[in-house]
């Protein structure tokens, strides 16, 4: 996670699995997209979000955008 001055991105891949009973290695089969990327969102190690992953997961999770990213301003960080 890169923190700046405007805030910054959490992704909540790893919450939404959890509370639904759901492997990362179902998830990655399902969508088609490597072991490796999905653990860079989830320890959110990203710097852009492809949205074509993004409409990926939304569609996955049938859930809403603010499920799936929170926005931290600056001031969370610490």
Do not use: H, Q
Request: charged fraction near 30%.
């Amino acid at each position: 996670m890169t923190n700046n001055e405007y805030g910054y991105l959490e992704m909540n891949i790893e919450k939404l699995l959890k509370e639904r009973g759901i492997s990362k290695n179902t998830l990655c089969k399902t969508l088609d997209i490597p072991r490796s990327n999905l653990n860079r969102y989830c320890r959110n190690e990203f710097e852009r979000i492809d949205a074509n992953f993004l409409c990926k997961l939304l569609y996955f999770f049938n859930c809403p955008l603010e499920d799936l990213l929170t926005y931290k301003d600056s001031d969370s960080a610490n």
